[in-house]
């Protein structure tokens, strides 16, 4: 039985792309996990090869006993939306990974722009973490456990996450 994406994408969802695109590819990502750091170049050559006709999701799914940063960067990235700013802090935070701490967390908003006093002020309140805890859940009813965990078109990709087979399995899928 295939695993589905369960909920669907909704508009609440973080997405890139065109509403409506033909292509769907969603991933459950970690910000601490070097494989979901691995899969950013990777996620952006897919992007460049189906340019228009793909839209991208991504949720949290924070394994806090491997990554202990994780949920916090959730969090944060949360935070970061709520000044509409998700994807440019999704992308600093990746780019930061690898020296990842609770004051780079805050460092990447304040090199962005963001107001670093209203994140900390919401992460200190927990103000996002029923938004994160909705993406957990969705991971746990639609059978992801680890991370990077792809769907494409609503359904659990278990092959290689590289470019070619990406692109390949979103077009065999269309």
């Given at each position: 039985?295939?695993?589905l994406?369960?909920?669907?994408?909704?508009?609440?969802?973080?997405v890139?792309?065109?509403?409506?695109?033909?292509?769907?590819?969603?991933?459950?990502?970690?910000?601490?996990?070097?494989?979901?750091?691995?899969?950013?170049?990777?996620?952006?050559?897919?992007?460049?090869?189906?340019?228009?006709?793909?839209?991208?999701?991504?949720?949290?799914?924070?394994?806090?006993?491997?990554?202990?940063?994780?949920?916090?960067?959730?969090?944060?990235?949360?935070?970061?939306?709520?000044?509409?700013r998700?994807?440019?802090?999704?992308?600093?935070?990746?780019?930061?990974?690898?020296?990842?701490?609770?004051?780079?967390?805050l460092?990447?908003?304040?090199?962005?722009?963001?107001?670093?006093?209203?994140?900390?002020?919401?992460?200190?309140?927990g103000?996002?973490?029923?938004?994160?805890?909705?993406?957990?859940?969705?991971?746990?009813?639609?059978?992801?456990?680890?991370?990077?965990?792809?769907?494409?078109?609503?359904?659990?990709?278990?092959?290689?996450?590289?470019?070619?087979?990406?692109?390949?399995?979103?077009?065999?899928?269309?």
């Open positions: 039985m295939d695993e994406l369960t909920p669907p994408l909704e508009d609440l969802d973080h890139r792309g065109e509403p409506g695109a033909t292509l769907e590819l969603v991933m459950f990502g970690d910000f601490q996990c070097p494989f979901c750091l691995g899969a950013q170049s990777i996620l952006r050559r897919v992007h460049e090869r189906l340019d228009g006709q793909l839209l991208f999701g991504f949720r949290h799914l924070p394994i806090p006993e491997r990554h202990p940063l994780a949920p916090l960067a959730a969090e944060a990235s949360e935070a970061a939306a709520a000044q509409s998700f994807w440019e802090y999704h992308d600093a935070l990746y780019a930061n990974q690898p020296k990842l701490s609770p004051e780079t967390i460092a990447v908003a304040g090199d962005l722009g963001l107001e670093v006093d209203r994140m900390q002020a919401e992460l200190d309140s103000a996002h973490r029923d938004r994160v805890a909705r993406d957990l859940a969705s991971a746990q009813a639609s059978g992801a456990t680890g991370t990077p965990t792809f769907f494409i078109n609503g359904k659990r990709f278990f092959g290689a996450y590289d470019a070619g087979s990406l692109v390949e399995a979103l077009e065999a899928d269309a």
